[in-house]
């Protein structure tokens, strides 16, 4: 800016305090006239004289003084108020801005430390890890895990990461897991119940963490422990140790009673006309694990692995029977130990049975014949059956419709004969199926003769609703990811696998438009949810952050009541949204 500028600067006042104060000038230091004055600097003279009435008032100030001195803090008296209690507790700068994250209160670090250096306190004398609760990789060493004791337990709220999971609470009610647990076999501890051992591992699935050896992340997490009655969740090693150390006959007998209890709950839930049923190879690649070689479809090749028998409701699609502990000589007549443990529940098998060719064998087909048990199986297809088929006169195809909108071949051409088993020459309807989009027609055998030709083509089509089921423990509960090659092992993770997809299930039931949604699904939508949970007395308040479908959830009436948790000694938890 040149000599020039600054004296035009002066001249030619462009704000309006600056010409008041130049108009001012003039008329008292230089003498010259309202008039005058006024004209110069655009103003007219009844402006000039209010001006100057403004000025004698005290009311224009053109020179305001600066106030110097510490300005008051910003932050409120009651958050300083708790830094300092924080403070005397000896926590760090760092560990006080943790806990009062915890509480939903954001604050800077050093805005804490000049609070905590303007109360007077010294800076804290350098902790080892040890002493600040740290392993040598700087990660925080958890609690030792512990059942809550609420008598002695006063008010509390901490941060929870996935309190979306309480969101479950009412449906393992409506299972009645609490008494199946208690009256099951599965062992405990003197310090840990079999209740809080199960809860933590199911916690785990509801939330679809992939490995319990990588839960260490989550052993911090209070929200999690409250889940399962403990202060925080069992350390990975405790976890897989108690799964180890469950028998076969315990989580035999606890399958049972929960299929039984699911079944008198709600008829419906085990109501359609078939059992969908499939094995899934749970491959293991560990180094010489005691497993043997099954076939797996989805890499078109036999791999040491577990091999899992899997049953759903054709309708409802819930799981009603799961077995990973079977040894490859028994694979064939396994279908035989899920036909006593209906027979047991239901005490006769009236669905009729669908799986696919290589699930069981001849002799299973025609002891099936002999109890009068309902199946649906494809023919294993060879070069003559094919052969025999193009040979059929076209005048004796009938072409049928499908009733499965979405399907991209739902017209195709039928021809149904009867035919008879090997042994004992049992007749059994056979219906082959062509232009269905396969190259080789595909042969259809039951030994229901109540159904139409469509009704069976269509039951059959269905059966992929088992296969998307096992994508689905697969992809989001992690079924194939086995963390230990012994059978129990995986038959105690496979179970809880079909408690979590049937909490799953219910909870898509319970909301409208997301009946058939996938629990991957239910889970971005519902669960996975940040909130805070906070404990006062007899009440449990699980506050969950609002999101775009939580509006569904407060409008429903499952989670606008309140519910007494029995293993949180019966105190009552409702929720609220913010």
């Known amino acids: 800016m040149t000599e020039t500028d600054i004296a035009q600067y002066f001249a030619n006042p462009t704000s309006p305090d600056h010409k008041k104060y130049e108009v001012l000038r003039a008329i008292f230091l230089e003498n010259i006239p309202k008039k005058e004055a006024g004209e110069k600097f655009g103003y007219a003279e009844y402006s000039v004289s209010a001006i100057i009435r403004d000025f004698k008032q005290g009311k224009l100030i053109f020179f305001s003084p600066k106030q110097s001195g510490p300005k008051e803090r910003r932050t409120p008296t009651e958050i300083q108020d708790k830094i300092v209690i924080l403070r005397k507790k000896n926590l760090s700068s760092e560990d006080i801005r943790i806990e009062l994250t915890a509480e939903g209160i954001q604050i800077g670090q050093k805005t804490i430390e000049r609070i905590l250096k303007d109360e007077g306190f010294a800076k804290l004398p350098r902790r080892t890890n040890r002493a600040r609760g740290l392993t040598k990789k700087k990660t925080t060493i958890p609690e030792r895990s512990v059942r809550i004791d609420f008598s002695k ?94 028998g076969k006959e315990a989580i035999d007998s606890f399958q049972n009673t929960f299929v039984k209890n699911l079944n008198r709950m709600d008829k419906s839930y085990f109501s359609g006309e078939t059992i969908n049923l499939d094995f899934h190879t749970i491959p293991h690649f560990g180094e010489d694990p005691p497993l043997n070689n099954n076939w797996s479809g989805a890499r078109n090749k036999a791999l040491k692995s577990a091999l899992a028998f899997i049953a759903q409701d054709g309708d409802s699609k819930l799981i009603s029977y799961i077995n990973a502990d079977i ?14 443990f209906w027979v047991g529940l239901r ?101 229901n003769f109540d159904f139409p030709v469509e009704t069976c083509v269509e039951l059959y089509a269905r059966r992929w609703r088992i296969e998307n089921k096992i994508a689905e423990l697969v992809k989001f509960f992690s079924l194939n990811s086995l963390s230990s090659p012994i059978m129990i092992r995986i038959y105690m993770d496979a179970m809880l696998t079909m408690v979590a997809d049937t909490c799953y299930r219910l909870f ?48 429903n009436p499952v989670f606008r009541r309140s519910y007494e948790v029995p293993w949180l000694d019966n105190i009552n938890l409702r929720y609220i949204w913010k």
């Open 327 to 340: 040894k490859k000589e028994d694979e064939s007549l396994e279908i035989l130990n899920f036909v006593d």
């Open 508 to 555: 898509a039931r319970d909301i409208t438009k997301f009946e058939d949604a996938t629990p991957q699904t239910i889970f971005s939508k519902f669960v996975d949810t940040p909130g805070t949970i906070s404990i006062n007395g007899n009440e449990i308040v699980v506050m969950l952050r609002k999101n775009a479908h939580a509006p569904i959830l407060i409008s």
């Open 153 to 246: 337990i006063g008010k509390e709220k901490f941060h929870c990461k996935n309190a979306g999971l309480f969101l479950f609470i009412p449906y393992l009610e409506r299972l009645n897991l609490y008494e199946i647990l208690q009256n099951s076999q599965f062992p405990e501890t003197s310090e840990l119940s079999k209740l809080n051992y199960v809860l933590s591992i199911l916690a785990l699935k509801c939330i679809g963490k992939e490995r319990l050896s990588q839960i260490n992340d989550l052993s911090v997490d209070r929200g999690l422990g409250l889940f399962a009655g403990l202060n925080v969740l069992p350390k990975s090693t405790a976890m897989s140790t108690y799964s180890h150390s469950i």
């Open 347 to 447: 005490g006769v098998v009236k669905e009729t049975l669908v799986f696919d060719s290589r699930l069981t064998n001849y002799d299973v087909l025609e002891k099936f014949n002999d109890d009068d048990i309902k199946f649906m199986t494809l023919r294993r297809r060879g070069a003559k059956l094919i052969e025999n088929a193009f040979s059929i006169p076209s005048n004796e195809w009938k072409q049928i419709k499908m009733n499965i909108p979405k399907r991209k071949y739902n017209k195709f051409k039928v021809f149904e004969h009867t035919i008879h088993l090997r042994k004992d020459g049992a007749a059994v309807r056979e219906i082959i199926i062509k232009d269905h989009g396969r190259e080789k027609p595909t042969f259809l055998v039951t030994n």
